[in-house]
Every structure is written in C-alpha cells, then in structure tokens.
C-alpha cells in the first residue's frame, strides 16, 4: 500500500460523504490482508502457524492450561484447539500431562524448545488483529461488537459456527 492509500484510510472522514460501502470495505482489505500477510511472516520465520505461535503464547502465559481451556482463551472450537495440540506435541513443542488425582485431566505444558521458539519468534505472537483488539477499551469493543453484529444481520445464510474457527491463513 502507497503512502497516499495508508493516510486516506487512516485519516478521520470529515464530510459523511467520505464514508461509503467501498471504502468500509477497504478498511476490511487492510485488515485481512496484513493479519494474513503478519501469519505468513510468522511461518517463515517461525516454522508454525500463526494459530499455533498463539497457542504458544496462550501456554506460556497460563502454563497447565487443559485443551478446553485454551480453546476459550482462542475463541476455538475444542476440537480445533485438540487438533492444534497434537500437532504441536509431534512436534515437541508442548507436552501433555495427565493430574494424578483425575487422569482423565490432561494439562498442556511448553517444552524447552517450545519456549525457545517463541523467544524467537515474530512478535505481535497472537497476530496483529487480536493483539490491536485487546489493546481497544472496553467501550469501543463495545461499539465494534454491535457495528460488526449489525453487518452480519445483513448477511444471508451466514455460518456463525466461523467465528470459532481460525482465520484460513492463520491455520
């Protein structure tokens, strides 16, 4: 994106004639396209997914989180969250534990060279969309939240079990 393009989305419209359905629709484009282009950056440099750094970070965080757990703290479905899990356990990166009270309970914990990886590793480790909105007040996620709730209302068969899957290139 050009100098000129980046001020004229960043810059507060004036007039309400600045504001029309392409233009919102432009401000969608930046947001997707750098979320994906910050994943595959995280790839190259990482050798994860950008859904995975962020498990990474979630466990580095919370250490003995279980899978449900994690998949809350992601906004995942659980099974999304298991799938996760076990492909970063093959690659040695966490490891699972089971309590030895309940061994039904199985806890998630990062290797050594899990922690390494994400020393090293691109930074935000969420991504840059989850990361910008947990740096929004509560009041304007507020506002986003009802504004993004009303253009989906406008959506036909609209599939809300996507909100609990991660973003295509994030995968």
């Given at each position: ?8 989305l960043t810059k507060s419209p004036e007039r309400k004639s600045s504001v029309s359905p ?77 309590t030895s009270a309940d061994q039904r309970v199985v806890r998630l914990y990062l290797t ?60």
């Amino acid at each position: 994106m050009s100098q000129e393009q980046s001020s004229t989305l960043t810059k507060s419209p004036e007039r309400k004639s600045s504001v029309s359905p392409l233009s919102v629709l432009q401000r969608f484009r930046v947001l997707i396209r750098t979320a994906q282009r910050h994943s595959q950056w995280i790839e190259r440099k990482s050798g994860v997914t950008g859904a995975q750094l962020w498990a990474l970070q979630e466990l580095n965080e919370a250490e003995g989180l279980r899978v449900g757990e994690l998949a809350g703290r992601m906004a995942l479905h659980q099974s999304t969250a298991s799938n996760m899990v076990d492909k970063l356990e093959s690659a040695k990166l966490v490891r699972k534990e089971r309590t030895s009270a309940d061994q039904r309970v199985v806890r998630l914990y990062l290797t050594d060279a899990g922690r390494d990886l994400l020393k090293r590793s691109p930074s935000p480790a969420r991504g840059v969309l989850p990361e910008a909105l947990r740096l929004l007040d509560e009041d304007a996620l507020m506002r986003l939240q009802r504004e993004l709730d009303g253009l989906l209302r406008q959506i036909k068969d609209l599939d809300e079990g996507f909100g609990m899957q991660p973003l295509p290139f994030t995968e």
